[in-house]
């Protein structure tokens, strides 16, 4: 089953992107909106299913909304300096941390993998395989001094994911009420920290309530989804690094959207130096989903 909610989220994520791009907000009105839309989007709705979770749950729901704050502000920091590319071209490392990582968390996942070595071996197999995959699809030149920056931003991505994953293992019979909840308070905590940043530079405050701002602000709705099919791939996996996988399958439907509609172009050699990666990518995610059934 996490497997569809996992595509399904990776699908839904490519049409975001490519609509953010067709939209072109302006990127420090979007920030904002990031958070305080998705919460307009949710709160109508949730306020007639009152959560009852454990106390946990809203700790490490606060505490995710904090630390993907952060991570943005890391992440934006790295972009003035050197690059969106190099930032996405360093991010699938996240996915090795991930998986390591849940191990120690959870030792039952490990000795699952110990009754079936080989089949084990050869997920992880699949994993490096997407990981290999991602890192070398760009090319992207990658200094000592951007790695050393994006250290932080890895180890935190990791941890989102993980927190993640926890989040959901309070959900109990409700998973998809679990999940809009875990997507109203990290919204919120992302809308107050970007409004604050926005306030700080001075931006105009009429920007926010401007109607050609507020109508492009509406491609939201896609990332609300994908957020909550992403947590509930995330309650049903068995590692979280999975789900990481299959989101990365983001970049192929882009590719095949833009080809599609013309609205990305390619020089003919990069195309050439990337199909090998792409293949060894689709073939490690098919892999791994067949490996993971």
């Not at 809203?58 to 050197?82: E, H």
């Not at 927190?163 to 009420?177: A, F």
């Not at 992302?190 to 050609?212: D, S, W």
Request: proline share 4%; with cysteine.
């Amino acid at each position: 089953m996490w497997v569809l909610f996992a595509l399904a989220a990776s699908v839904l994520n490519a049409f975001y992107y490519l609509s953010i791009q067709n939209a072109k907000i302006n990127a420090n009105v979007f920030m904002v909106y990031r958070g305080f839309m998705v919460v307009l989007f949710l709160l109508p709705i949730l306020v007639f299913f009152p959560a009852r979770f454990s106390p946990n749950f809203y700790l490490m729901s606060v505490l995710q909304g904090c630390i993907v704050a952060y991570t943005d502000y890391l992440s934006f920091r790295v972009n003035k300096n050197y690059g969106s590319e190099t930032v996405s071209s360093i991010t699938p490392l996240s996915v090795i941390i991930v998986f390591v990582a849940w191990c120690f968390i959870n030792p039952a996942t490990f000795l699952k993998y110990l009754d079936n070595p080989i089949k084990s071996l050869c997920i992880v197999a699949s994993l490096l395989g997407v990981v290999w995959a991602l890192l070398n699809y760009r090319k992207t030149p990658l200094t000592k001094k951007a790695f050393l920056l994006l250290i932080p931003v890895l180890i935190l991505s990791s941890t989102i994911s993980i927190l993640n994953k926890l989040i959901m293992s309070y959900s109990g019979e409700n998973p998809v009420l679990c999940a809009c909840w875990r997507v109203l308070i990290l919204s919120s905590i992302i809308g107050v920290v970007h409004f604050y940043i926005y306030t700080k530079k001075k931006l105009p405050i009429r920007a926010l309530f401007e109607l050609k701002n507020i109508q492009k602000g509406c491609v939201l709705i896609l990332l609300l989804t994908v957020l909550v099919l992403k947590s509930l791939a995330m309650l049903y996996t068995l590692n979280p690094a999975y789900v990481s996988c299959i989101v990365y399958l983001t970049a192929v439907w882009i590719m095949v959207l833009s080809y599609q509609f013309n609205t990305l172009k390619f020089k003919r050699q990069h195309r050439q130096s990337s199909k090998k990666y792409e293949i060894v990518f689709i073939v490690s995610v098919i892999a791994l989903i067949l490996l993971t059934r």
